[in-house]
């Protein structure tokens, strides 16, 4: 037996009084103080914690793969696989975005200082090999994707001072010294995890196709590059009966088979190739499935509700050319699209423009500036432009569809403004002679739909003198174009968070503009804009983080980065009648891994 003396056994009673005080053990992380589900849940609200296991589902992908690492800037991964086959340490519902739950981590430890978060490893969570997740992986995890994955990694979690070990099942994430960044114990929960023995002699920043060890509900049983990808479920999954577990992830088998384009999916759904397929095409969801195995209910055709933040679909500008420096030519092109006509003549009106950064999330910049967000404006105010405070911001709007002569008269006259004019049928810019030309490009994936929207567009442009060419390109070849900022203009989308935070550093932060590979694919490189996401990320109170995200939306408005397409208040889906889906009133939107199999 150790012999202890009594003074060491009352120094240790202090320290642990000292620790006591200092630290806050919970099961939960919530941002700001509130939570939906209290502790010993059995499980979220809109899933079937009793569904049937057993059973396939094929759903389609689009584009590519060479990769299976998703953290790294070279080569084009597979997202599915780190989705379906690792985790991260916590977990957040879509019916409580505000708050992380336990996966990997069993417990939090949130000082009352905020200094550091702490992760108390579930001594219960395994790799597919049978391995204890521990807190070296954690550990190996975060310092690869800092040291060697995309750049922009570097910049998310910027506010990390340094990882380290408590013990073989305990890791803290410890802040640099002043940071006020509410989030930062959030998104520190949400990176996966890669087992450091499995990475052992290989390259972390090499693209890979040997699949990475991981320890979620599924692992890889075959694929074929750019063919398909097959999963299995593991028999041995550690965490089958998590309360945020129990309900998903009900298929003994999930395989997604890749497609070019999107409008192919169709036929293979209706030919049995592939289960599920959500529709992205409104012409083709009008008038694609009049067939018998629609009417006979095989095929089910269904739309499904949802209070998803729309996703940020857009004409991006590249700000980096000379040409699309002044924001009034990025209006004048603006004012050449003609979203009405689309709408009614392509999209059956089943689309709404959208009309914040924020779409649908509550938070989006109207009418005039006001309260606090009003408080936080005015302190920029000789930077901002004069707009900001005085002129709501005004979507583009062509009151005559087929007539979009007002507007591009506006454009001529913003263009003039900007130092254009005519030089015979071209628009010119007066000082360096140069007409005003632009290339648009898109990827393959999106095909036929978007040719038929540029038309229009594009001969808008050409009556005020803007010659225009659009460019379908293989994805990874888009990909790479954008990588490198080797663009005029380009369609692309921002998934947009419900609690915008540190991705908007990468999305329209100054640090981020030349960072290849990041997502400010626009370019942009403005204070305000860099000091209002600074505040957002370092909002105490739901009030205020609210205030700055408005204020944030709204400069950005103002500043016409961008040229804003459409959303869909509901997702479409049509499937095989051979599955089931949990019965709720919670607007989740398409959540294949929580339906299960038909029991037959």
């Known amino acids: 037996m150790k012999i202890i003396t009594v003074n060491k056994i009352v120094f240790c009673f202090i320290l642990t009084l000292c620790s006591a ?6 099961d939960r992380i919530a941002l700001y103080g509130q939570s939906k589900y209290p502790s010993g849940f059995s499980a979220f609200e809109y899933v079937n914690p009793t569904a049937p296991q057993g059973g396939k589902m094929v759903l389609p992908a689009y584009g590519t793969f060479d990769n299976f690492n998703p953290y790294i800037f070279k080569g084009v991964a597979a997202i599915f696989v780190p989705l ?5 340490l916590g977990i957040s519902p879509v019916d409580d975005p505000f708050t992380v739950y336990p996966l990997l981590a069993e417990k939090f430890d949130l000082p009352e200082d905020k200094s550091y978060v702490g992760f108390i490893l579930n001594k219960e969570a395994k790799f597919a090999d049978g391995t204890p997740v521990l807190a ?5 995890s975060f310092n690869a994707i800092m040291e060697k994955g995309s750049p922009v990694y570097k910049m998310y979690y910027a506010d990390v001072a340094r990882a ?3 013990n073989d099942h305990e890791v803290r994430f410890y802040f640099k010294e002043g940071v006020e960044n509410k989030e930062l114990p959030m998104i520190l929960a949400q990176f996966y995890i890669f087992s450091a023995k499995d990475w052992q002699g290989r390259e972390f920043d090499k693209p890979t196709l040997q699949v990475p060890l991981g320890s979620g509900p599924y692992v890889v049983d075959d694929f074929q590059v750019n063919k398909y990808i097959s999963f299995k479920k593991n028999p041995q999954y550690w965490g089958k009966d998590l309360s945020v577990q129990r309900g998903f992830y009900n298929f003994e088998q999930i395989r997604y088979d890749y497609y070019q384009d999107t409008t192919v999916t169709l036929q293979a759904l209706f030919a049995g190739n592939i289960d599920v397929r959500e529709e992205y095409i409104a012409k083709i969801w009008m008038t694609g499935y009049d067939n018998d195995l629609i009417k006979t209910g095989k095929v089910v055709k269904k739309t499904i509700e949802h209070h998803n933040p729309a996703i940020l679909q857009n004409f991006a500008f590249n700000v980096r050319r000379d040409k699309f420096k002044d924001r009034r030519v990025r209006k004048a092109i603006d004012l050449a699209f003609n979203f009405e006509w689309a709408n009614e003549k392509l999209f059956y009106n089943q689309y709404q423009r959208l009309y914040s950064y924020f779409t649908n999330t509550g938070m989006e910049a109207t009418g005039l500036p006001e309260g606090r967000e009003l408080e936080i404006l005015q302190r920029y105010k000789e930077q901002l432009p004069s707009e900001v405070f005085s002129e709501p911001y005004q979507l583009t709007v062509n009151k005559e569809i087929n007539n979009p002569r007002e507007n591009l008269k506006k454009a001529v006259v913003l263009l003039k403004e900007a130092g254009y004019d005519f030089v015979g049928d071209k628009m010119t810019n007066m000082q360096t002679g140069e007409p005003l030309e632009i290339e648009i490009l898109s ?12 038309l229009p567009f594009i001969e808008n442009l050409r009556k005020i003198g803007i010659k225009a060419v659009f ?4 994805v990874n070849i888009f990909k790479n174009r954008l990588d490198t900022f080797d663009f005029d203009m380009a369609i692309v989308s921002y998934r947009v968070s419900q609690l ?3 991705e908007q550093r990468e999305y329209w932060g100054s640090e981020s503009a030349d960072m290849q590979g990041s997502n400010n694919v626009i370019g942009i490189k403005n204070p305000v804009v860099d000091a209002l996401i600074k505040g957002l990320v370092a909002a105490q109170e739901k009030t205020d983080f609210v205030a700055y995200v408005k204020a944030l939306d709204r400069v950005l408005l103002h500043e016409n980065y961008m040229i804003f397409q459409w959303f869909s208040p509901v997702e479409r889906v049509a499937y095989w009648d051979k599955f089931e889906q949990p019965q709720t009133k919670i607007k989740t939107g398409f959540q294949p891994f929580t339906w299960w199999a038909k029991e037959r």
């Open 164 to 166: 380290e070990k408590i």
């Open 443 to 454: 990827n393959s994936a999106n095909g036929a739909t978007f040719t038929k929207v540029m």
């Open 84 to 88: 379906l086959t690792m985790e991260t």
């Open 21 to 26: 005080a200092q630290a806050k053990i919970s």
């Open 471 to 474: 460019r379908n390109l293989e």
């Open 136 to 140: 070296d992986d954690v550990i190996f």
């Open 500 to 502: 915008p935070g540190n």
